[in-house]
């Protein structure tokens, strides 16, 4: 594990693993650990993973001030990040939340990045509104699942306003594409903090109608990749997301079976598919 000094002095750590060019990775979450990562389905053979903990996450230190927690603020995190490596720009992979983080840091600097590869990209920094309707959509395709009766009542719960974590724990495994002993264990060591997230999407954090202007003059190459069962985003919504980019290269692509933790679901695709990608 190795740590750098980001720009209000927070100690932030991150773990490097495989060999060949750096990949940043940008944990989702919002702020996770990124050991929930894993080796992101083999990537590690073909490029040295750079696994960024967040700020008061993993073994990178809470900062003094908490409203550091902040999105808009973190994009700070990162740029110190690639200073702190020496790199002139950053290959950057992010998930699910970590995306938004992703285009907004590519946004503020976008001479410092060479290529982003969003996977399950959340979208709440182009001002995509959230719905519980995808996830009862998702639901109900897979009602003969063992676990469906115990996370169609916690659904319903949460329809009701119940945002509690025994409630979310039940409706988890429609996040997967299939519940396997591998999913059961990946979801179990995914924390929360509630309080950290309320801080890192506060009021104010996006302004959407300036981040869809700026991404529509990125040029860069992007791969946006989607889960066919997940709920969140589908893979509608992840496509929505890539007609924002016109002048960018975007490959659209969605893995078949899987859900919001594609190298979960199958490593060996996504594995394939992500360094397939990167190499090109």
């Given at each position: 594990?190795?740590?750098?000094?980001?720009?209000?002095?927070?100690?932030?750590?991150?773990?490097?693993?495989?060999?060949?060019?750096?990949?940043?990775?940008?944990?989702?979450?919002?702020?996770?650990?990124?050991?929930?990562?894993?080796?992101?389905?083999?990537?590690?053979?073909?490029?040295?993973?750079?696994?960024?903990?967040?700020?008061?996450?993993?073994?990178?230190?809470?900062?003094?001030?908490?409203?550091?927690?902040?999105?808009?603020?973190?994009?700070?995190?990162?740029?110190?990040?690639?200073?702190?490596?020496?790199?002139?720009?950053?290959?950057?992979?992010?998930?699910?939340?970590?995306?938004?983080?992703?285009?907004?840091?590519?946004?503020?600097?976008?001479?410092?990045?060479?290529?982003?590869?969003?996977?399950?990209?959340?979208?709440?920094?182009?001002?995509?509104p959230l719905?519980?309707?995808?996830?009862?959509?998702?639901?109900?395709?897979?009602?003969?699942?063992?676990?469906?009766?115990?996370?169609?009542?916690?659904?319903?719960?949460?329809?009701?306003?119940?945002?509690?974590?025994?409630?979310?724990?039940?409706?988890?495994?429609?996040?997967?594409?299939?519940?396997?002993?591998?999913?059961?264990?990946?979801?179990?060591?995914?924390?929360?903090?509630?309080?950290?997230?309320?801080?890192?999407?506060?009021?104010?954090?996006?302004?959407?109608?300036?981040?869809?202007?700026?991404?529509?003059?990125?040029?860069?190459?992007?791969l946006i990749?989607?889960?066919?069962?997940?709920?969140?985003?589908?893979?509608?919504?992840?496509?929505?997301?890539?007609?924002?980019?016109?002048?960018?290269?975007?490959?659209?692509?969605?893995?078949?079976?899987?859900?919001?933790?594609?190298?979960v679901d199958?490593?060996?695709?996504?594995?394939?598919?992500?360094?397939?990608?990167?190499?090109?």
């Amino acid at each position: 594990m190795a740590t750098f000094s980001s720009y209000d002095g927070t100690e932030l750590s991150y773990r490097e693993a495989g060999i060949g060019d750096p990949l940043v990775c940008l944990p989702g979450g919002p702020l996770l650990a990124s050991s929930y990562f894993g080796d992101l389905g083999g990537l590690a053979a073909t490029r040295r993973l750079i696994l960024l903990d967040h700020r008061g996450t993993g073994d990178s230190a809470a900062p003094e001030d908490p409203e550091t927690y902040r999105i808009d603020r973190m994009v700070a995190d990162v740029e110190a990040l690639r200073v702190h490596l020496g790199l002139e720009r950053l290959d950057i992979l992010a998930h699910s939340a970590g995306a938004n983080l992703a285009m907004l840091y590519t946004i503020a600097h976008p001479d410092r990045v060479s290529r982003l590869t969003l996977i399950t990209p959340g979208t709440r920094a182009v001002g995509f509104p959230l719905s519980m309707e995808p996830i009862r959509a998702q639901l109900l395709t897979r009602s003969e699942e063992p676990w469906f009766p115990a996370a169609w009542e916690a659904f319903q719960r949460a329809e009701e306003g119940d945002e509690s974590e025994e409630t979310w724990t039940a409706i988890m495994p429609v996040y997967y594409g299939a519940w396997t002993p591998a999913a059961q264990a990946h979801a179990a060591a995914l924390p929360a903090d509630e309080e950290k997230q309320e801080i890192h999407f506060a009021e104010g954090v996006f302004t959407p109608e300036a981040t869809i202007a700026a991404l529509a003059t990125v040029e860069l190459p992007i791969l946006i990749l989607a889960g066919s069962r997940d709920p969140g985003p589908t893979p509608e919504r992840a496509k929505e997301l890539a007609d924002l980019l016109p002048k960018a290269h975007v490959r659209f692509e969605v893995q078949p079976g899987a859900g919001h933790f594609p190298w979960v679901d199958d490593p060996a695709a996504f594995g394939a598919l992500v360094a397939e990608w990167l190499a090109g």
